[in-house]
């Protein structure tokens, strides 16, 4: 199983502003996911993370306004950009190969004033 | 690309009780089913999974059964317990690099 280390765990951000949310693996993996989940609902996909190539984003999401960088097997960030009060919500980070299981970050909780 | 249905919303059982959680998908050419439980505020962990060339697998008080005609699979939990209250959720893989597809997942509340 993959330990999957992420953070910050929560900010409180102004609107307006940028966070970026690291997350941190302890081994190589081939794929690598960020989620978001809006309080009581379920968890839905933002983009996939490529090691070497740009993101690929769900519909519904864009990199400007979510910029994610991949620069290894075992790191990548996600940028949650020129913040609103919609964009609260958990965030997380998720690693597995198609078709096995998927591992997730202890996620962080974003609030925006 | 896949949709995942999960139904229902909320459960609530009395201890000892079972409690059964359904979903459905669309992709049938989707191949693995993972059931994930979240308690509040942790992260999801991964509970039991099936894989389309089985139709249930158990595990003590859990077990999993799939359909593929009817493109339903089920999560099934027996003799309750209070710690069992949590959001489940039942997700899919579609064939080909896609990524899982959760459905809404199912708030269960288990009554001591």
């Known amino acids: 199983s993959a330990v999957i280390s992420q953070k910050p765990s929560r900010d409180i951000c102004q609107r307006g502003t940028s966070l970026t949310i690291q997350c941190q693996v302890d081994?190589?993996?081939?794929?690598m996911f960020w989620y978001r989940q809006q309080p009581g609902q379920s968890l839905t996909l933002i983009a996939t993370?490529?090691?070497?190539?740009?993101?690929?984003?769900e519909s519904g999401f864009v990199i400007d306004k979510f910029p994610i960088s991949r620069p290894n097997l075992t790191f990548s960030t996600l940028t949650v950009s020129n913040m609103s009060p919609e964009d609260s919500s958990i965030y997380l980070c998720?690693?597995?190969?198609?078709?096995?299981?998927?591992?997730f970050g202890q996620g962080t909780r974003l609030t925006v004033v | 690309g896949e949709n995942v249905e999960q139904h229902p919303s909320t459960l609530s059982v009395q201890e000892g009780d079972s409690a059964v959680i359904k979903c459905t998908y669309s992709?049938?050419?989707?191949?693995?089913f993972p059931w994930y439980k979240q308690e509040l505020g942790k992260r999801p962990q991964l509970i039991i999974d099936?894989?389309?060339?089985?139709g249930e697998k158990k595990d003590q008080r859990i077990a999993v059964t799939l359909n593929k005609t009817a493109k339903h699979f089920s999560l099934h939990i027996t003799e309750t317990q209070p710690e069992d209250s949590a959001v489940y959720f039942c997700?899919?893989?579609?064939?080909?690099?896609?990524?899982?597809?959760f459905g809404k997942g199912t708030r269960l509340s288990v009554i001591a």
């Open positions: 998720s690693v597995g190969d198609f078709g096995s299981e998927a591992f």
């Open positions: 099936i894989r389309s060339n089985v």
């Open positions: 997700a899919a893989f579609g064939a080909g690099n896609t990524p899982l597809v």
């Open positions: 993370a490529n090691q070497g190539s740009e993101a690929t984003y």
């Open positions: 992709d049938s050419a989707s191949n693995y």
């Open positions: 081994s190589q993996v081939t794929m």
